[in-house]
């Protein structure tokens, strides 16, 4: 398996693909806008002075809901891939998903018990609902991934193969959990719940935009300065240590990383699965497993098939609305299997 | 220079490694040996720094082996291991690579490097191929050219520990590496090696050490360690022993 393409040219082809999905995320939707206008007003809205006249409504659709909506669907897709390559590096493993270490269920219990005990509580004021929800999530995520993370130390050093069961065993308990607050709560409850676990990027707005567009330009930045460490941790903990690199510390750093990028992801958008599994092992069956390469190219290619799927989210039952997580999960899950049983030839 | 004083490793209750002292010189190539489960393994990890000592100390030059920064330590020590978990589709030349990863001599001078260490370990025909498309003796062949290119260009100071370079390796291969790894120490770099061929250690290396229960049960030169006594006493092998007939060294035989 040589590598297919040149990083070079994977590069441009992954800026012009997002760039195609971020005209159309866009340009389409229950309103279709021309794609022309589409352009000129998000140049203007971008600061750029061109000519308005007739942009009016173009304008007002793409700044209120077209414009923050794609920007959640970038970063969520980009944030999710990142820490896919983060873990799939960490474990050692191109099946290994960011979900493994507990940080999604744990993002999706906070939500839970932030969604039924608000609703317990009366009701949860409409105009701090949203942020509550996000930040219970958010800490929910943080909560289960230190306990996997302290779950795999043992005499100093972290176990990944201990933290991985860990990580299943929590998130099955939280599912429990889950489950216990899905049977509590009333009709009303239930649909949030659902849709939430599903995962959406309806609802996208500048003020939730703000702690994810942060959290997604640290992780950015921060994990390509991992780039070679995790080529070397790909031949093995003390092989990478035998190279000089600080494992134990390089270790946590990418559990924190993967804890704060998908907890904040969850918090924005719900549970959207398969981004952080498909799109590093997709980009890895072109590049090579060079991590210099394959994480600015995931992050590219996540945020541009996060953006697409939610197109075909908007547009499959439009004006009504499918899950995203849905669509992910029936691109992903076959795609996921085409790769066990190519493995086995 | 590698040194180790009174080295012992406990695991849970029980000791698996003691009295250990040995010295890794410029040049040479000291043999490790003995049965399985002997404890070889662990003294070399012990030597490396992966297994705390529960006695004794590890010293690289004049500094202990803990005290050393990463990438330093990493461009004098370098380490084989038995085997490799790699299951990522990287080109041979950039598994090769990786020896230079502690280094920042710059692409072309890493490219040279990396050519030569492949060459060194008769690997450079799968320049270019896939590091999963191997065979298990050619993929121990790229780590043993890996380790070469972290320590390249050998020199006084540096030190490659090697856990059985030769397990999967044809009688030719076996030959050429332990030649390219009798080079390295020629150049000046000091090596120790795990072995089960004891033909293989009469020829190649300086210093034997052969150990049993954990506990060094022999040390010194080929002709002091390799004998018949010897030799039934710690593995239960009766053998003869007798001169290699072109080059003197040792030769043993099972009866």
């Not at chain 1, 209120?64 to 959640?72: A, E, S, V, Y």
């Not at chain 1, 899950?323 to 691109?331: E, N, Q, S, Y």
């Not at chain 2, 290396?205 to 040390?219: F, K, N, S, V, W």
Request: charged letters at 15%.
């Amino acid at each position: 398996m040589n590598p297919l393409i040149k990083p070079r040219a994977l590069f441009v082809a992954l800026g012009l693909l997002l760039a195609l999905a971020l005209w159309l995320s866009l340009a389409l939707g229950p309103v279709s806008l021309p794609l022309a206008d589409t352009l000129r007003a998000a140049l203007r809205l971008l600061g750029l002075p061109l000519a308005g006249e007739g942009l009016a409504q173009t304008e007002l659709i793409l700044g209120q809901i077209r414009l923050p909506r794609t920007l959640l669907g970038l970063l969520v897709g980009a944030v999710l891939a990142l820490c896919g390559v983060a873990m799939q590096g960490l474990f050692r493993n191109p099946l290994a998903d960011p979900g493994l270490i507990g940080v999604s269920s744990g993002a999706a219990l906070g939500a839970a018990i932030a969604i039924v005990g608000g609703a317990a509580l009366g009701g949860l004021p409409p105009a701090f609902a949203p942020y509550l929800l996000s930040a219970c999530a958010f800490a929910g995520g943080l909560v289960v991934t230190s306990l996997v993370y302290r779950l795999g130390r043992r005499d100093g050093e972290t176990h990944v193969a201990t933290m991985l069961l860990a990580g299943i065993a929590l998130t099955a308990l939280a599912g429990a959990a889950i489950g216990l607050f899905t049977y509590l709560a009333d009709d009303a409850t239930l649909r949030t719940l659902t849709f939430w676990n599903l995962g959406s990027l309806n609802g996208a707005s500048y003020p939730r935009l703000w702690p994810l567009l942060l959290v997604t330009a640290a992780v950015a930045l921060w994990l390509p300065r991992r780039a070679k460490a995790l080529n070397a941790l790909l031949l093995g903990e003390s092989e990478a240590r035998h190279l000089g690199f600080a494992v134990e510390r390089i270790k946590a750093e990418l559990v924190f990383c993967t804890a704060l990028g998908v907890g904040a992801a969850v918090a924005a958008a719900g549970m959207i699965g398969f981004i952080g599994l498909v799109v590093p092992h997709l980009v890895r069956l072109l590049v090579g497993p060079d991590h210099r390469v394959l994480l600015p190219a995931s992050a590219l290619a996540g945020a541009s098939l996060l953006l697409l799927a939610d197109l075909a989210a908007r547009l499959v039952l439009a004006p009504a609305e499918l899950p995203i997580g849905i669509v992910t999960a029936l691109i992903g899950a076959p795609f996921f299997l085409y790769l066990l049983l190519r493995g086995r030839t | 220079m590698l040194r180790a004083e009174n080295l012992a490793v406990q695991r849970g209750p029980c000791t698996v490694l003691a009295d250990i002292d040995l010295q890794l010189q410029p040049g040479q190539v000291l043999g490790v040996l003995g049965p399985n489960g002997a404890g070889k393994s662990t003294l070399l990890g012990a030597l490396c720094g992966e297994l705390e000592p529960a006695a004794g100390e590890v010293w690289l030059e004049q500094r202990r082996l803990a005290d050393w920064p990463g990438p330093e330590r990493a461009r004098r020590l370098a380490v084989l291991p038995q085997s490799s978990s790699l299951t990522f589709a990287f080109s041979v030349e950039e598994v090769v690579g990786m020896g230079r990863l502690p280094h920042a001599s710059g692409r072309l001078r890493d490219q040279q490097i990396v050519r030569q260490a492949l060459e060194a370990a008769d690997a450079l025909h799968l320049a270019g191929r896939s590091y999963l498309a191997l065979s298990g003796g050619e993929r121990q062949r790229v780590h043993l050219a890996r380790v070469l290119a972290q320590l390249w260009p050998a020199g006084p100071g540096q030190v490659l520990l090697l856990d059985e370079p030769t397990s999967m390796l044809d009688p030719l291969h076996q030959h050429i590496t332990l030649q390219a790894v009798r080079e390295f120490a020629n150049q000046g770099a000091a090596v120790l090696v795990i072995l089960h061929d004891l033909n293989l250690a009469a020829r190649y290396c300086d210093q034997l050490l052969l150990l049993a229960g954990g506990r060094p049960q022999a040390q010194g030169g080929p002709d002091q360690v390799l004998r018949a006594e010897v030799l039934q006493a710690v593995f239960g092998l009766e053998v003869l022993v007798q001169p290699h007939p072109e080059r003197g060294h040792p030769m043993i035989i099972a009866r």
